[in-house]
């Protein structure tokens, strides 16, 4: 019995996240030392473009193993990427010109948007702290997360949230939450006030029983949006 209600519970939140509409390509990078200005260069070179949907993100990544960069494309799969598509040869161009200042490849996964707060300023949140999980029953935790961020929403003001499912790659979890600020200073005494909360407490009780498989710190570089 148990069983099937995490399954029936599983369904549900894929398909509440397909709804969302939103897809998100993620790609690792181990940037060269002293060659990230380069990476940053030619990232803006290509990607800064109108978009028919979504972004185009780099961010600088600390605490995660062999990771320094990460590169983010996130949109409508049904109207994805540049307004006006580049040619095969201006891609590979630009992938020979990235491949120099790189090591070897870090991962990549797949995700869907289930949750974003709309009343975040992105001019605002550069800085990103990220829980990878496994929420032992994703319809609960998802319950249980709505009603959460509406509660803190003061305490938030301007911060963005999010929650996303790992469809493909990551690094063992099954979806990912976010707390974007300022800066890395900014989010810690957010999490701080945020932990105090009676909401927080609730959170907790009413979200089940969650994994952590990795938190980790995130910079924006780069933000291209559709235009």
Do not use: C
Not at 65 to 89: C, E, L, Q, T, Y
Not at 117 to 141: L, N, Q, T
Not at 190 to 218: D, H, M, P
């Amino acid at each position: 019995m148990k069983k099937n209600y995490f399954l029936i519970s599983y369904l549900l939140l894929i398909i509440q996240g397909a709804n969302a509409q939103t897809s998100i390509r993620v790609y690792d990078l181990n940037v060269k030392m002293g060659h990230a200005s380069y990476v940053a260069r030619n990232f803006a070179d290509y990607h800064d473009v109108e978009r028919n949907s979504g972004a185009a993100v780099l961010q600088s990544i600390n605490y995660l193993d062999d990771v320094s960069h990460r590169i983010i494309f996130a949109g409508d799969p049904a109207n994805w990427g540049p307004k006006v598509k580049k040619s095969d040869a201006e891609w590979q161009a630009y992938l020979r010109k990235q491949q120099l200042h790189l090591n070897e490849g870090r991962g990549s996964m797949v995700m869907t948007s289930l949750r974003w707060r709309e009343e975040g300023d992105w001019e605002k949140s550069k800085a990103s702290k990220y829980w990878e999980i496994i929420p032992e029953d994703p319809g609960r935790f998802l319950k249980a997360y709505d009603k959460f961020v509406k509660s803190i929403g003061d305490i938030l003001d301007w911060r963005i949230v999010s929650l996303t499912s790992i469809d493909m790659g990551g690094l063992g979890g099954t979806h990912t939450t976010s707390l974007k600020g300022s800066d890395l200073n900014d989010i810690i005494l957010i999490e701080r006030e945020i932990q105090k909360t009676k909401a927080f407490k609730e959170f907790l009780e009413e979200r089940g029983n969650v994994k952590l498989v990795k938190s980790y710190y995130s910079n924006t570089i780069h933000r291209f949006n559709k235009r």
